[in-house]
């Protein structure tokens, strides 16, 4: 079956900063790769997703995460990190039978 | 207001007694899908359905019963409920698959004494 890594538990970055959350997956086959945010007391909220094509995906609140099939990684980046950037963040991987596997998450913390 | 409803919201419960935790959709998804999330394990997927009558295990199915008979609600039943099931829960459902974005809901925090 498939899985996923994320090697953080939990990264502090200073309000505009860069940022990078590091995602290694494990899938014999072509993967849909997604990362997900959340904040606290929420559900979760899709920021971008990869299925074919481009590996470079741009997705939402500013966020954009590169697929590099030859390390098995799904990096998620953002150039300048916002106060409201601050919550759990988790990289999932789907098999083609609709199986899903999350990552344990890791934790961003933006000090101001 | 597209979403995803799970009730109750909140649950504290005993060993053995059975209970269901609902969730509902209004985006007319095929999909709709069971996740359970513990500190440092992160979300794992209980229980999923491609559509109506149509339901399959995911990572941990043990201790847990779902079924599909309408297209817009998924309960998730606990028959016998034990301690090591306090987690919280999270429903999703999704257009046409676990491939697709999924909507999850607010969560259903459970503890089983």
């Known amino acids: 079956a498939q899985s996923v890594t994320q090697p953080d538990i939990h990264i502090t970055v200073s309000e505009g900063a860069s940022l990078e959350l590091r995602c290694n997956y494990s899938?014999?086959?072509?993967?849909?790769l997604f990362w997900y945010v959340q904040s606290p007391g929420q559900g979760l909220q899709l920021l971008l997703k990869?299925?074919?094509?481009?590996?470079l995906v741009q997705g939402i609140k500013g966020f954009e995460a590169e697929f590099k099939r030859s390390q098995s990684s799904f990096n998620l980046r953002k150039p300048s990190v916002h106060w409201s950037d601050a919550a759990e963040y988790f990289c999932?991987?789907?098999?083609?039978?609709?199986?899903?596997?999350f990552g344990a998450g890791t934790r961003l913390t933006v000090k101001p | 207001e597209a979403q995803v409803t799970q009730n109750p919201r909140y649950l504290i419960t005993v060993t053995g007694k059975k209970l269901t935790v609902t969730c509902s959709q209004n985006?007319?998804?095929?999909?709709m899908s069971w996740y359970r999330q513990d500190p440092g394990l992160g979300l794992r997927q209980i229980y999923y359905?491609?559509?109506?009558?149509?339901?399959d295990k995911g990572d941990v199915p043990e201790g847990y019963k779902v079924s599909r008979k309408e297209k817009r609600n998924f309960p998730l039943i606990l028959e016998s409920p034990s301690p090591n099931q306090t987690s919280l829960y999270f429903c999703?459902?999704?257009?046409?698959?676990?491939?697709?974005?999924?909507?999850f809901g607010p969560g259903t925090r459970l503890t089983v004494l």
């Open positions: 999932a991987v789907v098999s083609n039978n609709n199986d899903m596997r």
């Open positions: 990869y299925f074919s094509g481009d590996t």
């Open positions: 999703a459902s999704g257009d046409w698959g676990g491939t697709d974005t999924q909507y």
């Open positions: 359905s491609m559509n109506v009558e149509v339901t």
């Open positions: 899938y014999g086959a072509t993967p849909y």
């Open positions: 985006m007319n998804h095929e999909y």
